[in-house]
């Protein structure tokens, strides 16, 4: 998963997180779009869904419980 820039694991998480709350850069986004895997920027953003809707449910329950 990484080519000769340095684009990993790493990389795509940065990109999906930033991505989801809305400051990822021009540059970057164009970077994952011409360098990036589809198939890995899909998979990180379905795994943080899916973490951020846990850690909202836990939040909600600690609080109200």
Not at 17 to 39: H, L, W
């Amino acid at each position: 998963m990484t080519d000769k820039k340095g684009s990993g694991i790493f990389r795509v998480i940065q990109s999906v997180v930033a991505a989801a709350f809305g400051v990822q850069s021009n540059r970057n986004r164009e970077r994952d779009f011409t360098e990036g895997k589809p198939g890995h920027f899909i998979i990180a953003g379905i795994l943080f869904t899916v973490i951020f809707i846990i850690v909202l449910i836990s939040i909600v329950n600690t609080v109200l419980g």
